[in-house]
């Protein structure tokens, strides 16, 4: 009998590449998601070392020239951490959205893979029934071959 042949396999195949480059995809957006949470946290902390140093200083007694300027840079960090998080969650809406692809061409995969398993098992059921096909005949053919002796 003839070699199993999957006739979906170039399907197969390719899918699995879609599969392999959407995981790197979402891989890399996770790593820029990351990054940009670093970033924010950074700026936060930046922010929040101002505002403590403010503090200090209006308790010791402070310039209303240097008033200004920690408002000033206190507000300049705030309005930077809005607009990195606001980078943020779009990159968490880019990841969510990669992450349901692979989700999907996941699913893709493991469909044609089971239907490549279920063929297999067919062919091989088929393979053993010629067998045993294969070997009855021989029985036969050999009994009668001695018998009619």
Excluded: W
Excluded at 3 to 10: A, E, G, I, R
Excluded at 103 to 110: D, I, L, Q, S, T
Excluded at 116 to 141: G, T
């Amino acid at each position: 009998m003839k070699k199993f042949n999957f006739p979906l396999n170039t399907v197969l195949n390719y899918k699995d590449q879609v599969l392999d480059n959407l995981k790197n995809e979402h891989a890399q957006i996770v790593d820029q998601v990351v990054r940009q949470e670093k970033k924010v946290e950074v700026l936060s902390d930046r922010r929040r070392e101002a505002c403590n140093r403010f503090q200090e200083e209006i308790g010791q007694g402070i310039a209303v020239s240097m008033m200004r300027e920690y408002e000033t840079y206190i507000t300049f960090m705030q309005q930077k951490i809005l607009a990195e998080q606001g980078t943020l969650q779009k990159l968490k809406k880019r990841e969510e959205q990669k992450r349901e692809e692979v989700v999907e061409a996941r699913k893709e995969v493991v469909s044609i893979e089971k239907l490549k398993e279920k063929k297999l098992l067919q062919y091989n059921k088929e393979v053993l029934r010629s067998e045993e096909l294969f070997i009855e005949e021989f029985v036969s053919n050999t009994t009668s071959v001695h018998g009619s002796r």
